[in-house]
């Protein structure tokens, strides 16, 4: 099965800041990699998909990029409201799916 | 608006199976795949396969294979997804999911607590 790693696991950031997750697999998955959000005690929530699109009604802030192998998540600038687990997902075979281990993002 | 709306909690004993629902509404059922993922207290999300409402083709997560059958309900929009031969390592909250392109998880269950004890 495909690995996600990604990094950093914690991440302690401030409001306005710019910031970038990376994800990275264990063989190369084309564009077919997705990042979602998960706030405490909600359900994830759809960020980027096919590497670099954005979902509707998720602010441009966030953006993604990366093929093959190497993946990044940035966040333009910080807003309280981003402060949260984003975790990367691989689909090159959508009968086996994988989860990356996730990255916190607190408050500096 | 699309909903899934899954079971209850629960509360098993080692050695035990359990089985949960995931009703589905708001869009055309067979449209869709729906996905199965669970996480366990402070941990991240695990898959644990798919399943295809359109014909009820299932894959499951290697992980999770002869010990996971998946099933659905057309008539009643509802997907299951059984876990047998428990542990503590298999509690978790277990979420449904639809996905969009047979990958994209687009609407997520509001998730069932398993709690394996004895």
């Known amino acids: 099965a495909i690995q996600l790693t990604q990094s950093p696991s914690s991440l302690s950031a401030s409001v306005g800041d710019r910031v970038t997750i990376t994800c990275r697999a264990s063989?190369?998955?084309?564009?077919?990699l997705a990042w979602y959000q998960q706030k405490p005690g909600k359900t994830p929530n759809l960020l980027i998909y096919?590497?670099?699109n954005l979902e509707s009604g998720v602010p441009s802030r966030f953006s993604g990029s990366g093929s093959g192998t190497d993946f990044t998540l940035t966040i333009s600038s910080l807003q309280p409201e981003d402060f949260a687990t984003y975790y990367c997902q691989q689909f090159n075979s959508y009968v086996q799916v994988t989860f990356g281990q996730g990255t916190r993002l607190e408050m500096k | 608006q699309v909903q899934l709306v899954q079971s209850g909690a629960e509360v098993k004993e080692p050695g035990a199976s359990v089985k949960v629902s995931c009703k589905a509404s708001g869009y055309t059922f067979t449209s869709f795949y729906m996905h199965w993922v669970r996480q366990a207290p402070g941990h991240g999300l695990e898959w644990l396969g798919i399943n295809n409402p359109n014909g009820g083709g299932t894959s499951y997560a290697q992980k999770f294979q002869g010990r996971v059958t998946m099933t659905r309900d057309t008539s009643t929009s509802t997907v299951y997804m059984e876990l047998s031969s428990l542990t503590s390592d298999d509690t978790a909250v277990y979420y449904c999911a639809r996905a969009r392109a047979a990958s994209l998880l687009d609407f997520w269950g509001q998730g069932t607590l398993v709690t394996v004890s004895s």
């Open positions: 063989q190369g998955i084309s564009s077919a």
């Open positions: 096919h590497a670099s």
